[in-house]
T-cell receptor, first 111, second 114 residues
Framework: TQLLEQSPQFLSIQEGENLTVYCNSSSVFSSLQWYRQEPGEGPVLLVTVVTGGEVKKLKRLTFQFGDARKDSSLHITAAQPGDTGLYLCAGLSSGTYKYIFGTGTRLKVLA | GAGVSQSPSNKVTEKGKDVELRCDPISGHTALYWYRQRLGQGLEFLIYFQGNSAPDKSGLPSDRFSAERTGESVSTLTIQRTQQEDSAVYLC????????????FGPGTRLTVL
């Protein structure tokens, strides 16, 4: 069974601080996506990474896909209250259309 | 254009009753997924439809769960003889043909089984 473990599970920080969220598995994925979900809504895609070692930047967010395509990280610089939400990683199983979602990291940024 | 819509937004039912949840995908999207999200947790894959191909039902937790989709349009997820452990938010997502395409999620249906 493929699993994606995210850490930390919960994170409460002050506005302006930096943070990193990790997504780890023992399985290899074809690609990996990061989503953010706000209460009462469905997840919204932030980024898709496909190549091992790939780094993508989206304003203050930096995403990295591990060289072996088993893990990923999301780094937020100078966090803002608007970054508050549930962050989910999702790995695409090789040769399928099935996404395995991580356990989630709930982030709260205090003003 | 409209996004993915789901109905009802909330459903409260008694244990043992059947429920039907509906998903209207974005027009033109060939892929459709159903997920279950228990309180405070990640998403659990249930079923995947792609065009007229046979669906991937490998995530359905029991034979009480079934889903249908007519062509590339509306999908319904049916839960028979509901149990309290079925209480969760059921999310639908639609997307394009490529596996790594973005999934566009609906707001979900919150199911509570008393």
């Amino acid at each position: 069974t493929q699993l994606l473990e995210q850490s930390p599970q919960f994170l409460s920080i002050q506005e302006g601080e930096n943070l990193t969220v990790y997504c780890n598995s023992s399985s290899v994925f074809s690609s990996l996506q990061w989503y953010r979900q706000e209460p009462g809504e469905g997840p919204v895609l932030l980024v898709t990474v496909v190549t091992g070692g790939e780094v993508k930047k989206l304003k203050r967010l930096t995403f990295q896909f591990g060289d072996a395509r088993k893990d990923s990280s999301l780094h937020i610089t100078a966090a803002q209250p608007g970054d508050t939400g549930l962050y989910l990683c999702a790995g695409l199983s090789s040769g399928t259309y099935k996404y395995i979602f991580g356990t989630g990291t709930r982030l709260k940024v205090l003003a | 254009g409209a996004g993915v819509s789901q109905s009802p937004s909330n459903k409260v039912t008694e244990k043992g009753k059947d429920v039907e949840l509906r998903c209207d995908p974005i027009s033109g999207h060939t892929a459709l997924y159903w997920y279950r999200q228990r309180l405070g947790q990640g998403l659990e894959f249930l079923i995947y439809f792609q065009g007229n191909s046979a669906p991937d039902k490998s995530g359905l937790p029991s034979d009480r769960f079934s889903a249908e989709r007519t062509g590339e349009s509306v999908s319904t997820l049916t839960i028979q003889r509901t149990q309290q452990e079925d209480s969760a938010v059921y999310l639908c997502a639609s997307g394009g043909l490529a596996a790594y395409n973005e999934q566009f999620f609906g707001p979900g249906t919150r199911l509570t089984v008393l």
